[in-house]
């Protein structure tokens, strides 16, 4: 088994009109044992960003941490929130500084840009960005989410339908995968709000 799938994981984000959803199971477990069923992998960094780590929880925590610093740095500095791209460009950075050591991560960023566009993208351990205009996906349920968001996927979604899409990929992607799973944890950002929602899993 991976180190990448030691605590496994399911991450999905997907853009809409003006808007973007972003998705992660609940499952924090070692190997096929179960540990916890609330795990959070999303953290808000500021009311249009949010970022999604995949992987190695502890390693998830560490950088997640580190992040946090670091975009509080640039608050006092600029007295500016960080924009998506620097975002994504700075995570890049820290994960490429330790490509000798890394964090056993693979991010997810998703946030609005200027004029309310969402920008989502991913990338590896080492910090290789993958840009995407319509999903990218993350973690041991990656495989069956790119098959349900292909197959699920629309231009311009609402953020209702947008929802409702996310939430039946995620759903039926972690049913393949013993690694992940336990319900889900959405949250559904528009310029104007942020909507955080829990899904139940079939188990519960």
Request: aromatic share 10%; with cysteine; proline share 3%.
């Amino acid at each position: 088994m991976s180190i990448f799938e030691y605590n496994g994981s399911a991450l999905v984000a997907m853009v809409g009109k003006n808007c973007f959803v972003i998705a992660s199971d609940r499952r924090l477990g070692v190997q096929l044992q179960t540990i916890a069923t609330d795990f959070q992998r999303i953290s808000k960094i500021h009311d249009r960003l949010f970022l999604g780590l995949s992987g190695l929880a502890t390693d998830a925590q560490t950088l997640y941490q580190r992040l946090v610093f670091r975009h509080k740095l640039y608050q006092l500095r600029e007295e500016r929130d960080m924009k998506p791209e620097t975002f994504a460009n700075l995570v890049s950075a820290i994960l490429y500084e330790k490509r000798f050591g890394p964090y056993f991560c693979q991010p997810v960023i998703a946030g609005l840009g200027d004029e309310d566009k969402p920008f989502i993208c991913t990338m590896d351990s080492i910090g290789a960005k993958e840009l995407a205009k319509d999903f990218v996906v993350a973690g041991t349920a990656s495989e069956s989410l790119y098959g349900a968001c292909e197959s699920m996927f629309k231009e311009n979604m609402e953020p209702e339908e947008l929802f409702e899409t996310v939430s039946q990929a995620l759903l039926a992607s972690v049913d393949g995968d013993c690694l992940s799973g336990w319900g889900g944890h959405v949250y559904v950002v528009t310029p104007t709000e942020v909507k955080e929602r829990i899904l139940k899993g079939r188990m519960d």
